[in-house]
């Protein structure tokens, strides 16, 4: 399980996650729509991390049966529910990582950006708790779209004065397993083996897989460039497609978002090798968000890694200078709607 979430740059300990065994150190962790597609796949992979002490569930309805159901599980960690805004500020206290997939799915024909109405105002609630009752956790945001909702909440935390952007993030990973999984396929690797950065955003054109940078280093023809770049930028309208009008991406989404939070608690649990690709505050390019890989630390981002966007292919190169107005502007969307007046 463990062996299945860390990509070849993350290092792994001798720690099992399979074995369940007791830790010293052991985090709190919350999900903020723990009742929902993504949210109860990811509670039950959080269940089994030998990291967590506790798991707290938020939701604005149905977070009874969930706990119920989730708590007979016989791992360690504790599992505690809490239904509606009157509870979310327990929910969230002694938080060391908080997740946050509340809000509204697609349906096929829509865009992340057109869930841009429900969700912002979803992920501004939320995140003013967050500041309110445990301002120096880990926040994992989710919801789409994501090139919006990471630079509302950075806006939101500014307001209330506890802005960290080390602990900040927008939440990539689908796209990096999305990126390892078709390449691996598609050139016949060993999964496991196979790491592709996805640099920019988290949204059609601006999601940028670094197919040159893949490791083990391999070689595409321009058309297997071309084919995997637009079936990884794709990938999630392939799913809710596939669903037919019953939501987006959950389970692989669960699965991507608790390599995340795995990697996070590592990363707070003292372990110095840990990268993962993260849409945060960045000076990498002109653009004040940026995907990219990061070092993880005790403290939240510990560096933004250069490396990946040096050597670019002519492709590659061209492809983020066409991502740029895109991704800038959803950017600016959500920082004009946190600083509109009520
Ligand atoms: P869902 O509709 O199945 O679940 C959402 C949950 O959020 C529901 O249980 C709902 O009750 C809850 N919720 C709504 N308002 C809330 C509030 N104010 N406070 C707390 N909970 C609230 O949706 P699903 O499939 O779980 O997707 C959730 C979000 O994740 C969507 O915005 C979706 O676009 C996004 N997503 C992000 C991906 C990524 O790669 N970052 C990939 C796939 C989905």
């Not at 799913?239 to 389970?251: D, H, M, Q, R, W």
């Given at each position: 399980?463990?062996?299945?979430?860390?990509?070849?740059?993350?290092?792994?300990?001798?720690?099992?996650?399979?074995?369940?065994?007791?830790?010293?150190?052991?985090?709190?962790?919350?999900?903020?729509?723990?009742?929902?597609?993504?949210?109860?796949?990811?509670?039950?992979?959080?269940?089994?991390?030998?990291?967590?002490?506790?798991?707290?569930?938020?939701?604005?309805?149905?977070?009874?049966?969930?706990?119920?159901?989730?708590?007979?599980?016989?791992?360690?960690?504790?599992?505690?529910?809490?239904?509606?805004?009157?509870?979310?500020?327990?929910?969230?206290?002694?938080?060391?990582?908080?997740?946050?997939?509340?809000?509204?799915?697609?349906?096929?024909?829509?865009t992340r950006d057109d869930l841009f109405?429900?969700n912002a105002?979803?992920v501004?609630?939320?995140?003013?708790?967050?500041?309110?009752?445990?301002?120096?956790?880990?926040?994992?945001i989710i919801s789409n779209p994501v090139n919006s909702t990471v630079p509302i909440a950075a806006?939101?935390?500014?307001?209330?004065?506890?802005?960290?952007?080390?602990?900040?993030?927008g939440v990539t990973?689908?796209d990096?397993?999305?990126?390892?999984?078709?390449?691996?396929?598609?050139?016949?690797?060993?999964?496991?083996?196979?790491?592709?950065?996805?640099v920019g955003g988290h949204a059609g054109i601006t999601i940028l897989?670094?197919?040159?940078?893949?490791?083990?280093?391999?070689?595409?023809?321009?058309?297997?460039?071309?084919?995997?770049?637009?079936?990884?930028?794709?990938?999630g309208?392939?799913?809710?497609?596939?669903?037919?009008?019953?939501?987006?991406?959950?389970?692989?989404?669960?699965?991507?978002?608790?390599?995340?939070?795995?990697?996070?608690?590592?990363?707070?649990?003292?372990?110095?090798?840990?990268?993962?690709?993260s849409y945060v505050?960045s000076?990498?390019?002109?653009l004040p968000f940026f995907a990219?890989?990061?070092?993880?630390?005790?403290?939240?981002?510990?560096?933004?890694?250069?490396?990946?966007?040096?050597?670019?292919?002519?492709?590659?190169?061209?492809?983020?200078?066409?991502l740029k107005p895109e991704l800038k502007a959803s950017i600016e969307k959500g920082i004009?709607f946190?600083?509109?007046?009520?």
């Amino acid at each position: 399980f463990r062996d299945s979430f860390a990509p070849k740059a993350v290092k792994q300990n001798s720690d099992s996650i399979t074995r369940f065994q007791p830790r010293a150190s052991s985090f709190k962790v919350a999900i903020l729509g723990a009742a929902g597609g993504i949210g109860q796949p990811l509670a039950l992979l959080i269940k089994m991390s030998p990291l967590v002490s506790t798991l707290h569930l938020y939701d604005i309805a149905n977070v009874k049966g969930v706990t119920a159901d989730l708590s007979h599980c016989n791992t360690p960690s504790q599992v505690l529910g809490f239904t509606g805004a009157a509870e979310l500020p327990n929910s969230l206290k002694g938080v060391d990582v908080v997740v946050i997939p509340a809000g509204v799915p697609r349906k096929p024909g829509m865009t992340r950006d057109d869930l841009f109405n429900i969700n912002a105002n979803i992920v501004k609630d939320l995140v003013e708790a967050v500041a309110d009752t445990c301002p120096d956790a880990f926040i994992h945001i989710i919801s789409n779209p994501v090139n919006s909702t990471v630079p509302i909440a950075a806006e939101v935390l500014k307001q209330k004065g506890v802005y960290d952007p080390k602990k900040l993030f927008g939440v990539t990973t689908l796209d990096v397993v999305r990126a390892n999984t078709f390449v691996a396929q598609r050139k016949n690797l060993k999964l496991i083996d196979v790491d592709v950065p996805v640099v920019g955003g988290h949204a059609g054109i601006t999601i940028l897989p670094l197919l040159s940078k893949t490791k083990p280093s391999v070689s595409f023809t321009d058309e297997e460039v071309e084919e995997l770049t637009v079936r990884i930028q794709n990938a999630g309208t392939e799913v809710v497609e596939a669903k037919a009008g019953a939501g987006s991406a959950t389970l692989s989404m669960a699965y991507a978002a608790a390599r995340f939070v795995e990697s996070s608690l590592r990363a707070l649990d003292g372990d110095t090798d840990v990268y993962e690709c993260s849409y945060v505050q960045s000076e990498l390019t002109e653009l004040p968000f940026f995907a990219s890989r990061i070092k993880l630390g005790k403290k939240g981002v510990e560096a933004v890694i250069p490396s990946d966007l040096q050597g670019l292919t002519e492709y590659e190169a061209k492809a983020l200078e066409a991502l740029k107005p895109e991704l800038k502007a959803s950017i600016e969307k959500g920082i004009a709607f946190a600083n509109k007046q009520p």
